[in-house]
């Protein structure tokens, strides 16, 4: 038998709990059950007016913000969310500062996908299609093109299917960079000895060493312009 408020029982009421000498003492007054001490809530009291949620032994007026309601009591989002309405990894409502800070849907990511940019709230958006990877929205924020799109060479920020005048290819990095301030609209090269055509200013080319005409007036020699 036990003791609880000066009678003997078989067994501590439903708002009590048994201490290890026997004795009954009532739960804190949120606790529908409790366990070894009074404020170790097992569940909560439903019949007050107030609500209160279980969590972590506790009877609680509001889940907090990393947990969500599960009937009448609060249970873990994922460790991925900050917040969420589930305990699946897609059921984050808002994402952690740290660890998984970016949003993709409803999901919180370490980071944002290659094709994709993080925008001022921390939200992964997909690049412009003409972007391999970017920092941005738009065409003009790509940081590297697709290799076998039709616009894979890089630009200025940009992606173009062919570098544009006053620059040449560096086929090694797939990049457009710019000819000699030396030459005309063509070049194969930064050097001033690289230019195919030749400025107004300047409107002699003399072929590069090793260079030699071909006698084809369609194959531009390399040379600097005097």
């Known amino acids: 038998l036990r003791t609880q408020d000066g009678h003997c029982v078989s067994k501590c009421g439903l708002k009590a709990y048994e201490t290890a000498e026997g004795e009954c003492f009532d739960c804190a007054t949120r606790c529908g059950t409790c366990s070894e001490r009074a404020d170790n809530c097992t569940s909560c009291d439903l019949t007050v ?61 370490a980071s944002c996908a290659l094709d994709e940019y993080a925008d001022t709230s921390s939200v992964c958006r997909p ?20 290799p076998k799109g039709i616009a894979p060479f890089f630009h200025r920020g940009a992606c173009v299917a062919a570098c544009p005048l006053a620059t040449f ?20 090269g930064a ?25 084809d007036d369609d194959l531009l020699q390399r040379g600097s312009c005097v």
């Open 191 to 215: 050097q001033p000895d690289d230019c195919l055509t030749c400025p107004p200013q300047l409107p002699h080319l003399v072929p590069a060493a090793g260079e030699t005409s071909s006698g």
């Open 127 to 146: 690049c412009d299609l003409s972007c391999g990877a970017c920092m941005g929205p738009g065409p003009s924020n790509c940081t590297a093109c697709h």
């Open 49 to 109: 007016p107030e609500h209160y949620y279980h969590y972590n032994g506790s009877c609680v007026s509001g889940c907090v913000a990393s947990t969500f309601v599960q009937a009448t009591r609060c249970e873990a989002c994922h460790a991925s969310c900050g917040s969420c309405i589930g305990a699946e990894p897609t059921d984050c409502t808002s994402c952690p500062i740290e660890g998984t800070p970016f949003a993709r849907g409803s999901m919180c990511v």
């Open 169 to 188: 290819l560096n086929a090694t990095a797939a990049r457009c960079e710019a000819c000699s301030a030396e030459c005309g609209g063509e070049c194969a």
